[in-house]
């Protein structure tokens, strides 16, 4: 488990006492009815987090329940457009601490949570106090409609606001990420649910000021429970194609002892470029899984073509070739991976026409194929296997420049290059296990050894005929 650094930790800290100087206004004697109402919405949002915490429990909902998906906010919302802002923060910390964690240090976790949605309500609190949510909600003569509409969405921004501010500063302290990195996205991602948490916790707020009452305001929770669910549902199908992915490339790895680890990282690549590029969120997921896939079909290559340690014959080179075939063939029918099944089929063709398997040129080849060619290549010349040395990152990019029009698209080039200027990029053992010695490299020549990316750009590029003569990955 990896250390949290101090910084992350001081930040947690930071916003944990401020969650408390913003609660404890609500600690001093308010009126009855504020304790009455902060105590009961305070242990109603504690009791929507306890099945999550409680196997027994969960196990009696059906194995389904949320975790952390912020599906339970609408009773803070409610709290927010009911309460004084003390008492709004002082509702979010029982259920904050009582948060399942799936990731170590639990502590940690659930104390930046509790601070967190404390002050995310002590702010949304205040937004609502101020556009005078109170008298909106209802009165004599019962809700003021529209004019309800505006403190509740208000709050429900400011809160997203302040959430999404702190989880982007607890990324860059805890990841070491710039700042801008660490907010990106994240409003994008938590708008428009947090939206449709502060038109709940209007309801909710309506209800509890009807006649009705407390008991009425609960039906709101029901369809939020219900999302939260199916919610839950999607993330178990994320978790079931994460393991049948893994599965593909632990065989792979076992088969073909050249690639340990080498698939993982050009998954990574290819996102760096990708992001780099400004593809969509959505889209990163599947290039990713388009790296990590993309030498699949190696597990119907026979094992002494993979593993011979001399030339291929022009035979075993023709069957070598057949790899990205046979990967698409495997993972043809995996609905989820989408263009990544092409990139599977096409990362060895080449912007000149002279790759395989259909000798695909420029625009031809698909997007997400072209960027997981340059991700493959950068990640065999930077990697040390036994049969050659790793290069300097500064020389793989200068190798890769220099086969750019050729054999890689410019523009993934470029982006990779932007990219690893920006983030860098840690390089690891791929074949051998830390502390053995590396071998010399052996004399260059199509060999089983060198079919582990696509040609290598370093051998590929000083022939005349790189698909002919290079050595094929």
């Not at 009425?216 to 992915?245: D, G, K, N």
């Amino acid at each position: 488990m990896k250390p949290l650094p101090r910084t992350a930790r001081a930040y947690i800290v930071c916003a944990a006492l401020g969650a408390g100087a913003c609660a404890l206004p609500a600690l001093l004697p308010p009126s009855p009815a504020s304790w009455a109402t902060a105590g009961l919405l305070a242990a109603l949002y504690a009791l929507c987090e306890l099945p999550a915490r409680c196997r027994l429990l969960g196990r009696a909902l059906g194995g389904s329940v949320p975790m952390g998906t912020g599906s339970f906010f609408p009773v803070l919302l409610a709290a927010a457009l009911l309460l004084p802002p003390a008492a709004a923060a002082l509702t979010a910390l029982p259920g904050g601490l009582l948060a399942r964690v799936e990731e170590p240090p639990a502590h940690w976790r659930r104390a930046w949570r509790a601070a967190a949605t404390a002050l995310a309500a002590w702010t949304a609190a205040h937004t609502a106090g101020a556009l005078h949510a109170p008298a909106a909600l209802g009165g004599p003569g019962g809700p003021d409609f529209p004019r309800a509409l505006l403190p509740a969405l208000a709050a429900a921004l400011v809160f997203c606001l302040t959430l999404t501010a702190l989880d982007g500063g607890v990324r860059a302290t805890a990841e070491g990420l710039p700042l801008r990195t660490a907010w990106r996205g994240l409003l994008g991602r938590a708008l428009a649910p947090h939206l449709v948490h502060g038109l709940a916790g209007l309801m909710m707020g309506v209800l509890w000021r009807s006649p009705y009452g407390p008991a009425a305001a609960l039906l709101v929770l029901l369809p939020m429970y219900v999302s939260c669910w199916v919610f839950a549902q999607y993330h178990r199908e994320r978790a079931a194609h994460q393991a049948t992915i893994r599965a593909l490339v632990q065989a792979v790895d076992i088969k073909d002892s050249y690639t340990r680890g080498h698939s993982e990282r050009v998954g990574r690549a290819s996102v760096l470029i990708a992001r780099e590029l400004g593809m969509a969120d959505d889209r990163l997921d599947v290039v990713r899984f388009a790296g990590i896939l993309h030498d699949v079909g190696k597990l119907g290559v026979p094992t002494r073509v993979l593993r011979k340690d001399g030339p291929l014959t022009p035979e075993e080179r023709r069957i070598i070739e057949l790899h990205p075939e046979y990967g698409h063939e495997m993972v043809r029918g995996i609905g989820f991976l989408g263009e990544a099944r092409d990139a599977v089929l096409h990362h060895h063709e080449r912007i000149d026409g002279s790759g395989y398997p259909y000798g695909l040129r420029g625009e031809q080849i698909p997007e997400c194929a072209r960027v997981v060619a340059v991700a493959d290549a950068f990640d065999a010349m930077t990697s040390t296997r036994s049969y050659s040395r790793a290069r300097p990152v500064a020389t793989a990019l200068a190798e890769l420049e220099r086969c750019a029009g050729s054999q890689f698209d410019p523009r993934m080039v470029g982006a990779l290059a932007r990219a690893l200027d920006r983030y860098g990029w840690q390089t690891a053992v791929t074949a051998d296990e830390p502390g053995t010695q590396v071998p010399a490299p052996r004399a260059p020549g199509p060999s089983a050894a060198g079919t582990t990316g696509p040609a290598e750009p370093a051998k590929t590029a000083e022939t005349a005929e790189p698909a002919k003569t290079g050595e094929p990955a």
